[in-house]
């Protein structure tokens, strides 16, 4: 790992570690590798960055004899991160799914908002809520968080040399590379930890365990629970209810709609029980009967519990009221230029594009829950003609939509044409949601670094009609 660089550093710091951040206060500086490695932290990352960009990345041992060189900069502010690594050089993830719920009314302090330069009070880091959506990653905020093995800071550079102490959160058992209760299982691959990874290699085994996972229309990936989770999200399921039953027990459970369910423990006696799972609609004026459906599972309890782990699918035909809708898209051709941020265009030409080539035709097909191909006619894509399988249109501008289909589960993939040759696909069939015609991105196709004949930008400087990409290479409008 690093060393000290041979100019003295602009700053230095030396780290501790905590077992939380309730015991922050007892944080104490690790005297030796092994101590470290006890510990689940094997070394440490240093990552300074100016504006956004990184300037400087360095890794040491856990254990450092006195105090960490950090690099010489400029006289300036900085941002630096202190993150401590797994065995395999990793750092642990401060990232926030979409279902966290944060105070942005507060800054710094636990659950609060991050402060303008993305800091929090100490033992707290400054975490990206981050939800997928069909152009990639959305961040919904930022917010302190205590996440594991993890401190920032903000530093003045150009006066006195700072000396920085950071605070690290030491791994839970489930999560630190150890087997802590001796049992040749380590990790996820500890029983106790597959059940509940909050409690430890070591808790007790005896209570049952009930993990669920909810999902929609076939397992399409992009449909959601509720309005407003996702704006393309059209199911009207605002409440999963669990339902529990048999040797005398009848408990029941109500909880949003999120894919990941939170765990639930039971004492129970050894026994046959029943899992029912519903997925409620919300009709408007509080009620629950709008939609209603539900799957029930079966839950073996022993002396030593029981442990349920499922994914509920709740499928188009499922619900009181049948999912119809259109299958539909907006091409989107993806041009990588190296160097240059990658754009998305229609099939034209805009002012700012890379290429001027012009896209004349796509290939639409459409695969059911089954991987099989919908019939072209039934589809019944406007302007388009059915070649087998797939429906062949003018490359349009504007969202593709087929007639109204009962859901289901469809995905589409796209290629694009010029004359007789595919010079863009999708890289995967893309799930698509009923009657929302989201863009969808298609790659362009390269054999060898280069488009297939018929699909290049240019062949001669002058065809790269565009100013910022003056320069032919290898069928590329690229950057000068």
Known sequence: MAAGCSEPPSFELRWSIAESFELLGDARTPESQAECTARGIDGVRVVTTQGGLTIDSRE???????????PTLEAGRYLVEVMGLRRTQTPWSCQLDSTYIGDPNCTGGLG???????LCDEGLSCA???????????ILGRFCEACTARSSFVIEI??????????LISPLECDDGIDNDGDGLTDSLDPACARDPSRGESSDLDDTTIALQVSFLGGNNAADCIPGTNQAAPLGVSTIRTRLTGNGVDEVRDDICQRALP??????APGDYQVEVTGMGNDGAGGLEARTLSETLDLSVGELGGFLAATVDFAGEEFL????????????????VPGASTMARGCSPSNN???????DEVDLTVLDIDGQAVDPATLAFPGASAVGDVSRLA???TGLESSVLNWGSYALSIEGRVGTEVCFRTADPVDVLPSFPDAIQLQRVLVDGQPPAGCEDCSVDADCTNPEFPRCSAGLCLLP
């Open 158 to 167: 150009g006066g006195e040399r700072p000396e920085l102490d950071a605070p």
């Open 353 to 359: 594009s890379s290429s001027p080539l012009e896209i």
């Open 60 to 70: 040491f041992d856990c254990f450092v004899d006195g105090l960490a060189p950090g």
């Open 263 to 268: 765990l639930q423990l039971f004492e129970l």
């Open 128 to 138: 990206s809520q981050l939800q997928s959506t069909a152009d990639g990653v959305e």
């Open 395 to 397: 490359c349009p501008n």
């Open 112 to 118: 609060c908002a991050c402060d303008e330069e993305g």
């Open 321 to 336: 009221e049948p999912v119809t809708g259109t299958v539909g898209g907006l091409p989107r051709f993806v041009f990588e």
